[in-house]
């Protein structure tokens, strides 16, 4: 018997009734032979960190702060891994596949933009006024990065389970009650993810704001304190117990209604006193002045378009969708360069390397 045969005999014996089985896995797009050693869902979380690209590049890519000059503050990698961490306890800790969670975890942003979801917003936007009925959705571009655009275009290969939590992690500003929903289809360790999503965020940034100063404790209101704690990891650990504690058993994921509330109104107090707060606001908007016009840039320079990729489609739709593809592939820095490459005088003779 192969190790690979022998932990996935562990798994039928150790793991819930609910949770996925390696040995049960609806495939990849394009078959492929075992691996002797690795079950499928841990050869999917493999090909993420050691094959992605795109993977790496989250470490230069917007959490909260455009392009911040503290080395402190979380990026999208480190969001990412935060996201592992959490959604691998709980998987642990309810007998779920903790492989296929690390997976889903690690992928699930390796389609955002530069800039955050400021980046997102602009490119969805001048995407549609260039592609009509386009649209651009990270969560949906995380798919196709690992589908068809890493490794020269012929992706990752991943498993359906982990391309289906992929798709499934992002929620907006839905409130927990319905994202600890889990459809019909849809595996636990997805929905596990989507919540550590949750969890992880509404926590960091608010630690990266109070450690920017941008807020302080008292500006929040007291029962989301007196309910969650006063510090990162009380509130990280009150939020994923309780997870836990309401959840051994059942067929769906709960939360108790007193921490379901305080995490809401957390969520809630950031979107509305920093992720759309003045400062912010006004940063955005610089932002999506540097993706509207790389975009329209490369859309109609072929020069420019031709410095960053060999590929230069004389069709129309053909180009935006490789334009989105560009802009979105990019870090924060990176946008910032070749904005100014493109659109600021460097001075002659130019020292500018690129």
């Known amino acids: 018997m192969t190790i690979r045969l022998r932990i996935e005999q562990t798994e ?4 819930g009734p609910l949770a996925a089985l390696s040995a049960e896995t609806r495939g990849r797009r394009h078959p492929q032979a075992p691996c002797p050693v690795r079950t499928e869902f841990q050869r999917d979380r493999d090909r993420v960190i050691h094959l992605c690209q795109a ?5 230069y890519k917007t959490q909260v702060f455009f392009s911040p000059r503290s080395d402190h503050l979380r990026t999208r990698l480190s969001h990412t891994l935060e996201v592992s961490q959490i959604a691998r306890t709980i998987a642990k800790a309810l007998r779920l596949n903790e492989d296929l969670t690390e997976a889903i975890s690690l992928a699930h942003d390796v389609g955002h933009t530069p800039f955050g979801h400021a980046g997102e917003s602009a490119l969805d936007r001048v ?3 260039f592609h009509a009925g386009a649209h651009f959705r990270h969560a949906e571009h995380s798919l196709r990065v690992v589908d068809e655009l890493e490794r020269d275009g012929s992706g990752l290969n991943l498993t359906h389970e982990t391309r289906q939590g992929i798709i499934f992690h992002s929620k907006g500003r839905a409130n927990l009650r ?10 636990m360790e997805a929905v596990v993810v989507r919540l550590a999503d949750r969890f992880a ?9 109070l450690h920017s100063e941008v807020i302080s404790l008292e500006d929040l209101p007291p029962e989301i304190l007196n309910t969650l704690g006063r510090h990162h990891s009380a509130r990280v650990g009150r939020m994923v117990e309780d997870l836990i504690d309401s959840s051994l058993g059942c067929e769906q994921l709960a939360m108790s209604e007193e921490v379901c509330e305080a995490a809401d109104a957390l969520k809630d107090f950031l979107y509305d006193e920093v992720y ?11 932002v999506k002045g540097i993706v ?11 020069a420019a378009l031709h410095e960053e990729t060999n590929l230069v489609p004389t069709d129309d739709l053909a180009r935006a969708r490789l334009v989105c593809d560009l802009v979105a592939a990019m870090t924060d820095r990176y946008a910032r360069d070749a904005y100014l490459h493109h659109f600021l005088p460097s001075g002659f003779p130019s020292f500018e390397k690129r």
């Open 127 to 129: 995407y549609r006024d």
């Open 12 to 15: 039928r014996e150790t793991l």
């Open 292 to 302: 509207r016009r790389l975009f329209e840039l490369y859309m109609t320079s072929d």
């Open 201 to 209: 965020y509404v926590n960091h940034d608010l630690d990266d704001c």
């Open 55 to 59: 993977f790496r590049r989250l470490a």
């Open 178 to 187: 319905e994202t600890l929903l889990r459809p019909e289809g849809v595996t």
């Open 276 to 286: 759309f707060s003045a400062p912010l606001l006004a940063e955005a908007e610089k």
